[in-house]
């Protein structure tokens, strides 16, 4: 973990200041105060990372009851559980006695959690089954001592959390993109692999390395070649109309190329952005692998490639990368003030099988090289951004575009978060 030097004077009114002067530089990069601060990050987690829907997992990753998996965000950890009824849900990992962890292993499959300090028993729901001696407990109601639920929605197989139980409606946000995204059956996919990278840097950094191809050119040589997303609009432009054209009919999707985008402050409720766009691939190459040759079969309904691919963004925080033949999901959260894990999952259509229809080296070599590319250049900008003597420069306004939708609706919540 990298420590960076603190400022013990650090105050809501400090926070405020800095707040106001970023008003008075519109369209650059942020001061180095929002990386470092340790009051950032508190809030940062409070007002916006705990209210944001957050992507857990994949609900094939947990068939049976009793299957769980850990997710750990910031300081904490939910576990997202399949209950006995087949119904998944997802609740604090915390016991409601003292506050023990009620689970450790990341995964696995339980019957109930029995907390390691003095043995309170849950069921998979939640609920809490069994305490000891507390019979002698006057008024001891142990409907009441379940582990706290976190809201859980499951969309097209993918599994959302969110740690505000008031949250707004993320299926209603989702359902604007429900063409595109249904395209690829994920309900009925599997997950080829799955892979966490932990980056040495401030989630913020991550994320909007994430929301701008700026750097795609002269950091990633090998999706550069395939990917006319690295290249300004006026010289995509006709390859990507072609693609488009030619889109629904070729993949026999109606509205596979549909666009939608409701990010960030245009999010219909907090925390519940949904972006679909699609963008095309170089002449000659059809998918996000090595040579940009098939790696695995096509997926969903998909009848044939249209040279495109997909883009996709669910909640503040995760983003789809969607091939005909395999798509790749990313999912950022953030874990200290200098510490992010990036995690990626490939998914393949649910029949295809491992070593015959597809190989995962094949199916990954792309995104885990070049998410390796990104932690390289991420924690050099962090090491960058952390110094005393950065002045941030401006923002390009194509390119880095979606960033700034990103840091506009995070200084906004972070004010709004501040007291009155
Ligand atoms: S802290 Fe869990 S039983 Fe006491
Ligand atoms: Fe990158």
């Known amino acids: 973990m990298l420590t960076i030097a603190t400022s013990v004077d650090d105050s809501f009114d400090r926070m405020r200041s800095k707040l106001e002067a970023e008003k008075a530089r519109p369209n650059h990069a942020i001061d180095p105060y929002f990386y470092r601060s340790h009051l950032v990050h508190e809030q940062?987690?409070?007002h916006l990372i705990f209210r944001s829907w957050l992507y857990a997992l994949h609900s094939s990753e947990i068939?049976?009851?009793?299957?769980?998996?850990?997710?750990?965000?910031?300081?904490d950890s939910i576990i997202v559980a399949r209950g006995a009824d087949g119904e998944i849900r997802a609740m604090h990992n915390i016991c409601r006695?003292?506050?023990?962890?009620?689970?450790?292993?990341?995964?696995?499959?339980?019957?109930?959690?029995?907390?390691?300090?003095?043995?309170?028993?849950?069921?998979t729901d939640g609920s809490l089954r069994a305490a000891r001696e507390t019979h002698v407990m006057e008024n001891f109601d142990p409907d009441a001592h379940g582990l706290k639920p976190v809201k859980c929605v499951v969309y097209m197989g993918l599994v959302?959390?969110?740690?505000?139980?008031?949250?707004?409606?993320?299926?209603?946000?989702?359902?604007?993109?429900?063409?595109?995204?249904?395209?690829?059956?994920?309900?009925?996919?599997?997950?080829?692999h799955r892979n966490s990278y932990r980056v040495d840097a401030n989630w913020k950094l991550v994320v909007e390395n994430y929301l701008e191809c700026y750097h795609c050119a002269t950091s990633h040589r090998a999706y550069a070649r395939l990917h006319t997303l690295k290249d300004l609009n006026e010289k995509s432009e006709p390859i990507v109309q072609k693609m488009l054209d030619r889109a629904d009919e070729v993949t026999g999707i109606p509205g596979i190329s549909k666009e939608h985008t409701e990010i960030y402050l245009d999010a219909p409720s907090f925390g519940a952005c949904a972006h679909t766009m699609r963008y095309g691939l170089f002449d000659g190459y059809v998918t996000g692998s090595k040579d940009g040759k098939p790696v695995a079969p096509l997926m969903g309904d998909i009848k044939d490639y249209d040279g495109g691919a997909g883009d996709f963004q669910m909640g503040p925080l995760a983003f789809m990368l969607n091939y005909p033949d395999h798509c790749v999901l990313y999912?950022?959260?953030p874990r200290s003030l200098t510490e992010t894990d990036m995690e990626l999952v490939w998914?393949?259509?649910?029949?295809?099988?491992?070593?015959?229809?597809?190989?995962?080296?094949?199916v990954t070599w792309l995104w885990h090289h070049t998410t390796q590319e990104d932690?390289?250049?991420?924690?050099?900008?962090?090491?960058?951004?952390?110094?005393?003597?950065?002045?941030?420069?401006?923002?390009?306004?194509?390119?880095?575009?979606?960033?700034?939708?990103?840091?506009?609706?995070?200084?906004?919540?972070l004010e709004d978060s501040l007291p009155a």
């Not at 390119?399 to 609706?409: D, Y």
């Open 44 to 46: 940062e987690l409070g």
């Open 63 to 75: 068939p049976n009851s009793g299957d769980y998996q850990l997710i750990e965000v910031g300081e």
């Open 97 to 123: 006695h003292r506050g023990a962890r009620v689970c450790e292993e990341v995964k696995g499959n339980r019957r109930t959690f029995v907390c390691p300090y003095h043995g309170w028993v849950y069921n």
């Open 160 to 192: 959302f959390i969110n740690c505000d139980m008031n949250a707004g409606d993320l299926a209603a946000s989702l359902d604007k993109i429900k063409e595109p995204l249904g395209a690829y059956d994920l309900a009925n996919a599997k997950v080829a």
């Open 331 to 333: 999912r950022f959260l």
């Open 347 to 362: 998914f393949v259509r649910g029949d295809a099988v491992e070593g015959k229809d597809y190989n995962v080296e094949d």
């Open 375 to 413: 932690d390289y250049i991420i924690t050099r900008n962090s090491a960058g951004v952390n110094s005393r003597f950065f002045e941030p420069g401006p923002y390009h306004p194509e390119f880095e575009a979606t960033l700034q939708q990103f840091i506009s609706w995070y200084l906004h919540s």
